[in-house]
């Protein structure tokens, strides 16, 4: 049938009410398959509730007045609030920094082992009790045989914590560097969501699909990137890592991984790829590995072999000037040549032969002034200028770290809190409520029962005009 245009006798015609029935029936159909996908799409995240909009048809004259000429689909809207879904963005990034400097501030604490029994503050206590064994003992063999292992003991779990926070230097890098792959292909799939956006906006469609999959794509590149968005009039989002441009319409920004000396293994950083400037990222789990890679984690490392070298070079200083029990002069307890909390080692000379440990200053035998002097060493203030003991300036270091686990815990906390209440709201926005739709669906079908009955009621007076006629 065509379309209402003409009036008979100043009112419509039969054939026009048919045309106007039809055309409700189709805008009915038009909500019913809109609140089917609603439903369908409930429990998908990230989808925006749909709405069918409808308007009524131009009037046409008529007499006494004009005549309505029913309903159309006018659009299917896409429900959201830019600004909710700005701050779920937000959200996302802040996210993404906090736990990951959470999960590896946590790690930090672990290596170096004050959560549980066996960490490093054990190993110095053991390390300087066999001292005090020997000081009592110091004619004997079986306390050196006891320092040896004990000493042992500690350089072995500093070397295991500097080897482990060194490892977890080398994750950050791979890690960064995988980043890069991410962002990069999250770019790509935001300037082709644009391009398709852009086109479906410019045939007059409403690409509701396509934009809730580019929310999508964007959340995960600002939880890794911390990223900011500008939409464009023609549908394109900007999108800014820092100041400068990732993706701009259908155009990106190569990201490229350029290796870099002096940041742990397989140390590198991202860079632009046209212009070769580092990436400076403000927010999400690439600014928070950053931060790990170049800030705590050589912090940890620095004190721990501050700590080693202090223990090597001041134990060294008291024993070169003691007698063996073998009466051998000169000897280093620690290998002199070593460097860092993972090259803290026995001097090989002590090994192959105990009794050159020294307990004393004046003869191999029955006297234990060294042995008790080295001892006392732990209560010196030997550290951060002379300020701090051994025990002081590791409990330092320790304490630092619990700080920040707390702090990123805290922070973490509140981005966790941030984030669902945003979602939260969005839910609330955008969210699909199955109540709603089904009482949207009972308002469908009763207009379409009543326009069903319109039908019938129009077919039956065609009927009996047709029968006059005949």
Do not use: C
């Not at 055309?23 to 398959?33: E, F, G, H, N």
């Amino acid at each position: 049938m065509s379309s209402i245009r003409n009036l008979h006798n100043g009112a419509p015609s039969l054939q026009n009410l048919l045309t106007m029935a039809r055309d409700v029936l189709m805008a009915q159909q038009s909500s019913m398959s809109v609140i089917g996908n609603n439903v369908s799409n409930v429990n998908t995240p990230g989808y925006s509730r749909q709405r069918t909009a409808m308007g009524t048809r131009p009037a046409l004259d008529g007499n006494p007045g004009q005549f309505g000429t029913g309903v159309s689909v006018t659009e299917i809207e896409r429900i959201s609030d830019a600004f909710i879904v700005d701050r779920v963005r937000y959200e996302h990034s802040s996210m993404g920094r906090w736990q990951s400097q959470y999960e590896s501030m946590m790690e930090v604490e672990q290596v170096l082992g004050e959560i549980g029994q066996g960490g490093i503050s054990d190993a110095l206590d053991n390390f300087w009790l066999a001292w005090e064994e020997l000081a009592n003992q110091p004619d004997d063999r079986a306390p050196r045989l006891n320092l040896i292992s004990r000493s042992e003991q500690l350089s072995s779990t500093l070397q295991g914590a500097a080897r482990n926070l060194n490892d977890m230097q080398a994750r950050m890098n791979r890690e960064l560097r995988s980043h890069g792959d991410d962002i990069n292909r999250m770019a790509s799939e935001v300037a082709r969501l644009n391009r398709e956006i852009s086109t479906a906006q410019i045939r007059g469609q409403n690409p509701n699909q396509l934009l809730d999959e580019r929310d999508r794509v964007l959340n995960e590149l600002s939880t890794i990137a911390g990223v900011t968005v500008e939409f464009q009039d023609n549908g394109s989002a900007n999108v800014y890592i820092g100041r400068s441009v990732l993706v701009m319409d259908d155009r990106t920004r190569e990201i490229n991984w350029l290796p870099e000396n002096g940041i742990g293994k397989d140390g590198g950083n991202l860079y632009w790829a046209d212009n070769n400037q580092a990436v400076e990222f403000e927010e999400g789990e690439a600014f928070a590995k950053i931060q790990m890679r170049d800030v705590h984690i050589p912090q940890a490392l620095a004190d721990l072999d501050d700590l080693a070298n202090t223990i090597r070079d001041r134990v060294n200083e008291l024993h070169l000037q003691g007698v063996g029990r073998d009466g051998s002069l000169n000897n280093y307890f620690w290998d002199p040549n070593g460097e860092g909390a993972d090259d803290l080692q026995i001097s090989q000379h002590i090994i192959e032969n105990p009794d050159r440990i020294a307990a004393s200053r004046i003869s191999p035998t029955g006297d234990n002034a060294l042995a008790h002097e080295i001892f006392e060493l732990q209560q010196a203030a030997v550290l951060e200028n002379g300020t701090m003991s051994f025990s002081d300036f590791y409990h330092q270091t320790v304490s630092r770290v619990a700080t920040n686990v707390q702090d990123a815990e805290i922070r973490m906390a509140s981005a966790a809190a941030g984030l669902e209440q945003a979602e939260t709201w969005r839910e609330q926005v955008s969210g699909v409520s199955i109540d709603e739709e089904m009482a949207n669906l009972l308002l469908v079908q009763r207009s379409y029962s009543a326009t069903s009955r319109v039908l019938r009621q129009a077919d039956e007076m065609i009927s009996t005009v047709l029968a006059m006629v005949g």
